[in-house]
């Protein structure tokens, strides 16, 4: 039976895979690749068939262990983990060592075009190690306002960013993760390309809060704020120097882009619309109250 390796298990995407893949019913062993294999029980308590397996990405000698028998890899980039040559190299290097030789990332929308970011270096190794790939480019994850802005948002009802009007595409976890479990059953078929995958929402974080305020009735606005300010009331508030200059950069930038690019990709694979932002915020109501 095939043997696939999720790493980032535990985290948005990965778990959301894992749940996905588990759905799908298919002749395949899941293989949940994690840092605490203990902690790990616990989150997949329901999943009575999934196997784990030490991986640390921080660790080379977890790496064969982790990939013996594997046969395909769902790869995720740790969001901190940024220097590729040093984490990834050697963990490619262990994937053809194992013979392991094919890979659906996770990487993100524009990552083609910016030769600087973790994403673009990780699908540039992937090819010159010759794996066989897909990349998933998904746009902004909806799963943001429930993870890294939610704290403003109940304490404050505000999501306190430096992106001025800039439109960002909404795009939820649940149909990217349920695009990757389809991406690693039929590898085969979509192998060696990359695909977009986009809500149909180009918004700004106006247009959003109002969406949350009347859907989830909570009275959230949004309150733009220059990079300083921004980096100086994160850093007060304990947020580490390198999240903070991320979240600059990921939410700054846009303001000087053109929206982005819109695909229809998740519906031409799953035949389903993707989630609209007024169903996430219907669906993660309770999440938003404080
Ligand atoms: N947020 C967005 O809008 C957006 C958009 C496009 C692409 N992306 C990309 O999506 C990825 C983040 O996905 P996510 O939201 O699912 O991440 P996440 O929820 O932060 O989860 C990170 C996962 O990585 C694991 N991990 C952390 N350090 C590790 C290490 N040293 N070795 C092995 N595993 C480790 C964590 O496990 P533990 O339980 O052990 O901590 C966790 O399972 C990033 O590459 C990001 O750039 C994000």
Known sequence: MERIL??????????????FLNRLQAPVRIVAGVRDVEKARQVFKNFAELEFVHLDFEQPDTFPQALAHIDRVFLLRPPHISNIEKYFRPFFAAMQQQHVTEVVFLSVQGAEKSKVIPHHKIEQSIKTFGFDYIFL???YFMQNLTTTLLHDIKQKQQIVLPAGKAKFNWIDVENISEASAMLLHKFARYKNKAYEITGYENENFYTVSRIIAE???????????????????????????????VMIMLHFLPRFQSAPHISDFYEQLTHKKPTTLKEFAAREKSRFMS
């Open 6 to 19: 999720v790493t980032g298990a535990t985290g948005n995407v990965g778990f959301e895979v894992i749940r």
């Open 137 to 139: 480019r998904p746009g």
């Open 215 to 245: 859907t989830a009735n909570v009275p959230v606005t949004y309150k733009n704020v220059n990079p300083l300010r921004f980096y100086r009331m994160k850093r007060r508030e304990g947020m580490k120097r390198g999240k903070v200059l």
